[in-house]
């Protein structure tokens, strides 16, 4: 600790020398207040003692200099007995203490102490100051770093999610969602996605909202390029600090491929089921062809040998088509798209149905194209002709259903050519349909005619329908009309 | 005198089969190749047995076997023979069932054994 002593009096500073450097202290000395000053700048002491009353710049203007310019700096005031309200002033000033002359050793002690206490607080104030400067920088990095990462990770994340409000007014989106939908905040969810006016009954955001459990469903929805797609959609609640349920996430997951495969494999299955019966009688055959080839070659009878032989190859031919067969649907089908004439499509629609339809009393309403007429779909038509067969056929069963109590039984088609779809439509007025089945009839082997469907028809429509990247719609009061419109995109559209 | 079995089936190989096997077998035989002409030919012919398949064009098995069995004093005894699964409801009342393939040794043994009764 070093310690300026301003004294002009060369005695009382020989004395205070005397005592500060017994309490090993560093003792500097100046005479006057323009000394002491050149000392302070050269040599940094701690403490400054110094006389009220010096030659040239007092007592006063030495400290109200030190306390401008070197504020750290503690200073102790020198003064006599009779000298006490300058000295008190001084304290207001900023000096840490003072002493009076004559000097009384315990009195400069306790000065000296106080003055130490107080540029030790100091320095363990500015410590202190400094650590939480530090540890705030620290947080507030590491802070900015935690938001970046789960912003980037809320982006990057492969899946649709969105932020919802209790108005399913989407708040937030991340990357993915944004790059399909655009800048979709303050939109409803359930119109973004589904193009609909109000959410859906068993909506999983109003489920989350209500319980603030997880719920899930699953969606078809429309991208950008046309595509439809199968989304699997989960919710989570997200809560306030005192637990209250304040928004909902959707994440939604593009699960097309393993709906796909689902389709594939089930298509696969019934394949396969309608080709077994046709095996069964295969083998029954070659059976047959073993059996007169072993009797002919008993008996010797050639021509009884050559008999069994061809019926033996004309099996043996069946049944390698028929293993071609499977193992060409085992591959992915593509389409093979032809532009097809309405007119004779809807013709041979018609055609194949008539037989039944007359059978039944069924009349039919055409809104087609007139024959000659050049409107035509780019379409596979062998897919696709199954496809509105298998619901012409449901407005026949469904037709059948009322005969007994319908007067008159009607089937209407029509096919209206938009600028961007064409729409084909086939209208009933059969039994109808609940709207709780409306969309299950399209499920595989669901069924509502008892042993006589199979419940594949419509299943095989659906399939086919999407593969023409086209939607079926249902339009039903039960007891009155069914009506399916299949809509197919007017121009290819490859991906 | 010989008895005479009826070969119900659409398949004509498997109608050949069944019947080169009963004539070699000493039967005699008549063909029909769905419901529909079965009826005529059963009236006409008068066998002494039937085997009959389920699944074929026209009409099906168990309607046939409905019709033909309508006619009072109808006895004839039916073996089915079809590829269908649930078979064994479709014709009550038959003697027997063979699943396609079937073993022709089996047919033949059964046959036999109904025709001797």
């Given at each position: 600790m070093r310690i300026l002593l301003v004294e002009p009096d060369e005695k009382t500073r020989k004395f205070f020398e005397d005592?500060?450097?017994?309490?090993?202290?560093?003792?500097?000395?100046?005479?006057?207040?323009?000394?002491?000053?050149?000392?302070?700048?050269?040599?940094?002491?701690?403490?400054?003692?110094?006389?009220?009353?010096?030659?040239?710049?007092?007592?006063?203007?030495?400290?109200?200099?030190?306390?401008q310019d070197y504020p750290d700096i503690e200073v102790i005031m020198i003064?006599?007995?009779?000298?006490?309200?300058?000295?008190?002033?001084?304290?207001?000033?900023?000096?840490?203490?003072?002493?009076?002359?004559?000097?009384?050793?315990?009195?400069?002690?306790?000065?000296?102490?106080?003055?130490?206490?107080?540029?030790?607080?100091?320095?363990?104030?500015?410590?202190?100051?400094?650590?939480?400067?530090?540890?705030?920088?620290?947080?507030?990095?590491?802070?900015?770093?935690?938001?970046?990462?789960?912003?980037?990770?809320?982006?990057?994340?492969?899946?649709?999610?969105?932020?919802?409000?209790?108005?399913?007014?989407?708040?937030?989106?991340?990357?993915?969602?944004?790059?399909q939908y655009g800048d979709a905040t303050g939109r409803y969810c359930y119109n973004v996605y589904q193009g609909l006016s109000k959410p859906l009954p068993d909506c999983p955001v109003k489920k989350t909202f209500r319980d603030k459990k997880s719920h899930t469903t699953e969606m078809e929805v429309t991208f950008k390029n046309g595509e439809t797609r199968n989304l699997l959609m989960q919710t989570s609640a997200i809560t306030d600090p005192d637990g209250r349920i304040v928004h909902v996430m959707e994440m939604a997951t593009d699960v097309t491929v393993i709906h796909q495969l689902?389709?594939?494999?089930?298509?696969?299955?019934?394949?396969?089921?309608?080709?077994?019966?046709?095996?069964?009688?295969?083998?029954?055959?070659?059976?047959?062809?073993?059996?007169?080839?072993?009797?002919?070659?008993?008996?010797?009878?050639?021509?009884?040998?050559?008999?069994?032989?061809?019926?033996?190859?004309?099996?043996?031919?069946?049944?390698?088509?028929?293993?071609?067969?499977?193992?060409?649907?085992?591959?992915?089908?593509?389409?093979?798209?032809?532009?097809?004439?309405?007119?004779?499509?809807?013709?041979?629609?018609?055609?194949?149905?008539?037989?039944?339809?007359?059978?039944?009393?069924?009349?039919?309403?055409?809104?087609?194209?007139?024959?000659?007429?050049?409107?035509?779909?780019?379409?596979?038509?062998?897919?696709?002709?199954?496809?509105?067969?298998?619901?012409?056929?449901?407005?026949?069963?469904?037709?059948?259903?009322?005969?007994?109590?319908?007067d008159k039984l009607e089937i209407k088609i029509s096919v209206e050519q938009k600028d961007k779809e064409t729409l084909f439509r086939i209208r009933d007025n059969g039994k109808g349909l609940a709207r709780k089945y409306q969309k299950e009839v399209f499920s595989l082997f669901y069924s509502d005619k008892g042993n006589k469907g199979t419940g594949l028809g419509l299943f095989i429509a659906q399939r086919s329908v999407k593969q023409h990247r086209g939607v079926i719609r249902i339009n039903s009061t039960p007891g009155q009309y069914t009506e399916f419109t299949v809509a197919i995109p007017a121009q290819p559209v490859e991906s | 005198m010989t008895q005479k079995i009826m070969i119900v089936d659409d398949d004509p190989d498997v109608t050949k089969f069944l019947d080169i096997m009963f004539r070699h077998n000493g039967y005699e035989t008549c063909i029909a190749p769905d419901g529909k002409a079965a009826v005529e030919v059963f009236l006409k012919e008068k066998p002494d047995l039937i085997t009959l398949d389920l699944e074929m064009p026209e009409e099906w098995g168990p309607r046939f076997f409905r019709k033909i069995s309508k006619a009072k004093g109808f006895n004839t005894p039916v073996i089915v023979i079809s590829g269908v699964s649930g078979r064994e409801f479709s014709i009550p009342k038959a003697k027997a069932f063979f699943a396609k393939p079937f073993d022709a040794d089996e047919v033949l043994r059964k046959a036999r054994e109904i025709l001797s009764e």
């Open positions: 005592v500060l450097s017994r309490e090993n202290y560093e003792i500097i000395t100046a005479g006057d207040g323009t000394e002491a000053s050149g000392k302070i700048r050269t040599g940094a002491p701690d403490i400054v003692m110094t006389d009220i009353r010096l030659p040239g710049m007092d007592g006063v203007s030495l400290l109200q200099w030190i306390k003064t006599g007995l009779g000298d006490l309200q300058p000295a008190i002033d001084c304290l207001k000033m900023g000096a840490v203490d003072f002493i009076t002359t004559p000097v009384i050793l315990d009195i400069v002690k306790i000065a000296l102490k106080r003055a130490m206490d107080r540029i030790e607080n100091r320095i363990k104030l500015s410590l202190s100051t400094r650590n939480l400067e530090t540890l705030v920088r620290e947080k507030t990095r590491k802070l900015a770093e935690s938001e970046k990462r789960y912003i980037q990770l809320f982006d990057e994340l492969p899946s649709f999610i969105i932020i919802v409000d209790k108005n399913f007014k989407i708040i937030e989106a991340n990357k993915m969602f944004r790059e689902q389709d594939h494999l089930a298509a696969l299955g019934l394949h396969i089921s309608s080709i077994s019966h046709g095996i069964k009688g295969l083998l029954s055959g070659l059976d047959g062809g073993d059996y007169m080839i072993t009797l002919g070659l008993e008996n010797g009878d050639t021509e009884m040998i050559r008999d069994g032989w061809d019926i033996a190859k004309k099996k043996i031919k069946l049944i390698r088509s028929m293993i071609l067969d499977i193992l060409y649907h085992s591959k992915d089908r593509t389409l093979e798209r032809k532009s097809v004439n309405v007119f004779d499509f809807i013709q041979e629609l018609v055609t194949t149905m008539a037989p039944r339809m007359k059978e039944h009393g069924i009349s039919l309403v055409q809104e087609t194209p007139k024959p000659n007429s050049d409107e035509a779909v780019w379409i596979d038509k062998t897919v696709f002709f199954a496809a509105l067969l298998a619901i012409f056929e449901n407005a026949v069963d469904a037709c059948v259903a009322v005969k007994d109590i319908r | -």
